[in-house]
């Protein structure tokens, strides 16, 4: 039997691309948002999720604040357990956000939780991060893993990229940042089930593991009820 792969951050993210022309189709369909229960397990998102964290990604580059930054954390390395993990993504995305505002800046997020033995509990955050307070973050972020999680930081628990490859991208080179940006969404979203696959033509799939509690999530203004607002 082949060895089994040590769960953490590089294997969650070892099959992400980062460039190319093939682009993730966006057919949200006006489905709604996610529905999740702190007690509630579910192996793979839905139709309904996948459209609306689609949906979320187009409302967010409508408003001004594209999704630049590509973040991906393993809870379980971390030392969060799966019935924690929705609780420790909601803290930090909120401490993200009193970051950058109190830097004068809002931004806009979602995400997708996966597991599963070989993988290990992580997520996967798609965020607005303006290039002149990405050092911010980075300097904050393993400080608010241990506050989270009350463990020191492990090496190898968050990576952190540019959508596109660089800073900026989104604004220099529009074209490329949403090429990027769909390769991204297509690898955060390939635990979708069969149907959600077929439903918007999912460049990847695969199993996605046992998830507790919310599956994914967006922020406030970016979701359905935002959307909905900005159509009157």
């Keep these: 039997k082949p060895p089994v792969p040590k769960p953490g951050t590089p294997l969650a993210v070892s099959k992400l691309p980062l460039g190319g022309a093939a682009q993730l189709p966006r057919r949200p369909k006006g489905r709604g948002g996610a529905h999740n229960r702190a007690d509630r397990e579910s192996d793979a998102l839905t139709v309904r999720q996948v459209g609306n964290l689609l949906a979320a990604a187009d409302h967010a580059d409508a408003i001004g604040l594209p999704l630049t930054r590509f973040i991906t954390i393993h809870w379980q390395s971390a030392g969060v357990p799966p019935e924690g993990m929705a609780k420790a993504t909601g803290r930090f995305v909120d401490l993200l956000a009193k970051a950058l505002a109190r830097h004068g800046s809002v931004t806009a997020w979602l995400w997708v939780h996966e597991g599963g033995i070989n993988k290990g509990g992580h997520c996967h955050l798609l965020v607005h991060v ?103």
């Design 130 to 232: 303006p290039p002149m307070l990405v050092r911010v973050v980075s300097r904050l972020q393993k400080g608010w893993l241990r506050r989270i999680s009350g463990k020191p930081y492990r090496a190898g628990v968050i990576k952190s990229r540019p959508v596109g490859g660089r800073l900026g991208v989104e604004t220099s080179m529009p074209a490329v940042h949403a090429i990027n940006l769909d390769n991204v969404l297509g690898y955060a979203l390939k635990a979708a089930d069969a149907e959600a696959v077929a439903e918007f033509d999912l460049p990847l799939s695969e199993p996605g593991g046992r998830v507790i509690g919310k599956r994914c999530s967006t922020s406030q203004n970016i979701g359905p009820k935002a959307r909905k607002e900005a159509k009157r």
